[in-house]
């Protein structure tokens, strides 16, 4: 599969395939969870986390191993590189920050195999206060796919294995929070 996955990235990426070609719908990946924790201690919580805490490796996709801004990610404007362990990288930009509401961030400049497939990657988070101390979340990632033979191949193959990456991230998320273990914090 990764031999398969390999080869029509590298087909597809080089096949000059022009970008005017787009998906009917962007693929994306949306996971809604509840936490038992207050909307300011969840938010003050996860937008600055240790992304090695959260991202460890999932199915085709690396662990991360690093960033190169270790404290003070909650600032719109920011941007920090994200190293992952097998080597590769990608760019990571702090779009918005609405304290205990929402942050959106953009990913780009892929080392990994992704860069064969996505102009760059979309996160959104949502925030609720559901009252008595519990918080909705949304978190969505749109992946923004470089031409129409991409877009099936994202909606394919990559989309399922984000979407297990992305749930796994928010239940260990909800686990620190819940437990009042906040593990690994960038404070």
């Keep these: ?10 087909t597809i990426g080089f096949t000059g395939v022009a970008y005017s070609q787009k998906c009917k719908n962007i693929p994306q990946v949306k996971v809604i969870m509840t936490i038992h924790s207050p909307i300011d201690t969840t938010f ?12 460890k490796r999932y199915k085709t996709f690396p662990a991360v191993v ?3 801004i270790k ?9 920090r590189t994200v190293y992952f362990e097998d080597g590769t990288t990608a760019e990571e930009h702090l779009v918005t920050v609405v304290p205990n509401t929402s942050f959106s961030y953009e990913i780009e400049n892929f080392t990994t195999k992704l860069r064969f497939f996505a102009k760059k990657v979309e996160g959104d988070w949502l ?9 909705k979340i949304e978190w969505t990632y749109k992946v923004v796919p470089k031409n129409i033979f991409a877009c099936a191949i994202i909606n ?6 984000l979407n297990g990456l992305l749930n796994f991230a928010l239940t260990i998320l909800k686990d620190d929070l819940e437990s009042g273990q906040f593990k690994n914090a960038n404070h």
């Design 71 to 79: 404290a003070g990610w909650i600032k719109s404007g920011l941007k």
């Design 44 to 55: 003050n919580y996860i937008v600055p986390v240790d992304l090695t805490h959260i991202f």
């Design 127 to 135: 925030f609720t206060d559901l009252g008595n101390g519990q918080t």
């Design 1 to 10: 599969m990764k031999e398969l996955l390999t080869t029509l990235a590298v």
């Design 156 to 161: 394919g193959f990559i989309i399922k294995d």
């Design 66 to 68: 690093n960033t190169s």
